[in-house]
């Protein structure tokens, strides 16, 4: 690559202006991601009290739909099956939380991928909630809402244009 008066090829390497204050908007939509978060986390905690309960009844749909299947496999697979499904969450909230921090120091990178994963959050959230009815369901679910809107407002978006000297 030739490099040309503080210039590679292709790509500015001048300096990044600083980003100034962070905007309230951009750490109003923080502490919703975290309080989201948390939330979730708690709520996958307090769900393992029913472990026990959710692997009977996928012992049973799994009896039902191949009884020719041995009963041990059967409670192997479905316990394999939750732990797997809740570690994959556990490890999901903690890559959000990284994301959540990356957003507030100003990575638009971040924030488009916390814009996805909470945008398909809220989807799901709303057929749980819709199933569920439960309360604690909907406040994260505003919490979320609130949380991606926020870092899209106005003031949020310019924290995350990127600072070139003369543009």
């Known amino acids: 690559m030739a490099t040309v008066a503080g210039m590679t090829e292709g790509y500015s ?16 939509s923080f502490g919703l991601w975290v309080a989201t978060l948390v939330l979730g986390v708690i709520g996958t905690v307090l769900s393992y009290s029913q472990i026990r309960q959710v692997q009977a009844q996928m012992i049973n749909q799994m009896v039902a739909q191949n009884p020719s299947m041995d009963q041990s496999m059967i409670e192997r697979t479905a316990t394999t099956t939750l732990i797997v499904v809740v570690v994959l969450w556990l490890l999901v909230m903690a890559a959000m939380f990284l994301f959540v921090f990356l957003m507030r120091a100003g990575r ?22 819709a199933v569920a009815g439960s309360v604690a369901g909907l406040l994260q679910l505003l919490l979320l809402v609130g949380a991606i809107v926020t870092m899209f407002l106005p003031a949020a978006n310019a924290w995350f244009a990127p600072r070139r000297p003369g543009f």
Request: hydrophobic share 50%; no cysteine.
């Open 108 to 129: 638009n990178w971040a924030r488009i991928v916390l814009a996805v994963l909470g945008g398909l959050y809220v989807i799901f959230s709303l057929i749980g909630v």
């Open 13 to 28: 390497t001048g300096p990044v202006l600083p980003r100034g204050t962070r905007p309230k908007e951009v750490e109003i």
